[in-house]
């Protein structure tokens, strides 16, 4: 892999380029919350219907196309990453780590802590966050849903 600069890289013959917007494309997010649907609906539309003003969002591009994107509040002394999201058929190419990479020095210019959120079905996001020197600290437990995917 050939870095051009912290924010442009050229890979897999394609240039890459990460920059921070004030919105993500609702195409891009709406694949996003498709793939999480399957895990958790009732928590996933909560968080999509919340509108934290407060965010920090970067998109990837490769050779000029959305294929993916983060999405982070601040808070304090942390940025908080909720939505990290690359395009399927750019996935296990190291794209989501080189994006994730990013993020974290941006964080560490900003002299911040990154922190990150999953749910704890979501196998990928935790594999991706532990491969990335990530480990969980906190378990959030509360009560079962009626629709609960867990025995009662």
Known sequence: M?????????????SFEIKEVNLIPDALRDKFKKELSKIDLAIINYYFESNNKNSIKYLLYAEGHEIGYSNLTEENSYWNLYEIYINEEFRELGLGTKLFQYI?????????????????????????????RITARVLIMEEKRANSRYRP
């Open 2 to 14: 050939l870095i051009v600069s912290d924010n442009k890289f050229n890979d897999l013959n394609l």
């Open 104 to 132: 974290l020095n941006e964080c560490s210019k900003n002299n911040k802590t990154i922190r990150t959120y999953t749910l704890p079905s979501d196998r990928k996001a935790k594999n991706f966050y532990e491969s990335n």
